[in-house]
């Protein structure tokens, strides 16, 4: 899914977006993980910068730049490459993170060290269709 595709997905999720990163956000990006962003990641957030809450259904929340820089500290190493915290699950009950200079390789949950997708396009799908979802619809 692309960033755009992503975004009106969420949408009709009624999940509520944040508006597009600045440029100069997208270049604070570059200070988690290795230091270059992939592609992807910058598009992503060039088109809405994280989750204002979380995603209802899901209870997975995607953050802002502000946030995933804020908490660098939590960054770890998978596979031989540094994974960055971007969103939480559950109000920081885990953590979500990604490669962020090879959106390509899995999105993983920290603590529970377990893969979510196999790459940041397919956790945005399956988020986006409801493959994470375990909260009932409301009407």
């Known amino acids: 899914m692309e960033a755009l595709q ?3 997905a969420l949408l009709a999720r009624e999940t509520k977006l944040s508006p597009p990163a600045s440029q100069a956000e997208l270049t604070r990006l570059a200070s988690v993980g290795e230091g270059k ?3 992807y990641i910058l598009d992503l957030y060039s088109t809405f910068n994280g989750f204002e809450g979380c995603d209802q259904k899901s209870q997975i929340s995607l953050w802002s730049i502000d946030r995933i820089v804020q908490e660098k500290s939590l960054e770890s190493k998978m ?3 540094i994974y960055a915290v971007f969103g939480d699950l559950l109000i920081d009950s ?3 993170m990604w490669c962020p200079n090879n959106a390509n390789l899995p999105v993983y949950l920290l603590h529970e060290r377990r893969e979510l997708a196999a790459s940041v396009a397919d956790f ?3 988020l986006a269709v409801g493959g994470f979802d375990f909260v009932g619809s409301a009407h």
């Open 124 to 126: 945005l799908e399956k």
């Open 94 to 96: 885990d953590f979500v």
């Open 79 to 81: 596979d031989d490459k």
């Open 37 to 39: 962003v992939d592609k």
């Open 6 to 8: 992503v975004q009106t």
